[in-house]
């Protein structure tokens, strides 16, 4: 499985979408999230919050805080471990809240190491690269759920943990291996991790 990139449009912030699986509701065909996806999407990120499904008007999003310089007085920190595909949040290294996830297929692996939170999306929209199409869903239902919290960047790719359509929670409750190296959580879930961290919150990734 190749990565899948993407970028939020109304920021010029160029990233790379590794959590969608081939087809995700919205698109022209339906397949499994294992399958490999010829296009190349990008979901146009809004900073303005809306209900589930609704389409609030665009705003540009603010530059995202670096994560090196934020200042965090925060003691929290996201652990996500692979082998037990869960991620949990800590408070002076209490767990005050663990959910299931689904991660990376073999092919396309979630990265491992410890990194920091780079930016926090509400309703990021989905764009194809490719065909320069959007997905008009945004919200819950949207390919990338209503929430996008981004751990890791490479030159070219952007890794991030982000909400689930209701076709593909399943990924989540079977806390699969399934996508192109991004984390999924089910919707309420990734609600309450995002309210709860920052942009420079540590994100240790353990095997």
Known sequence: MR???????????????LGLGAALPGLSQQSAPTSPSPAVPTPVASSSAASPGATPEAKPAPTPANPSTAAITSTKEIVLELGKRTISLLDNGKVIGSWPVAVGDPATPTPTGTFKVRNKVLNPQYQSTKSGKVNPTRGAQGPLGDRWIGFHTTTKDQYGIHGTPTAW????????????????????????????????TPVVVKR
Do not use: N
């Open 3 to 17: 990565a899948i990139r993407f970028r939020l449009v109304t920021a010029t912030v160029a990233l790379v979408a």
């Open 169 to 200: 929670e399943w990924t989540v409750k079977g806390r699969e291996a399934v996508s192109h190296g991004c984390v999924r959580m089910l919707t309420p879930h990734v609600r309450a991790l995002f309210d709860q961290v920052e942009v420079g």
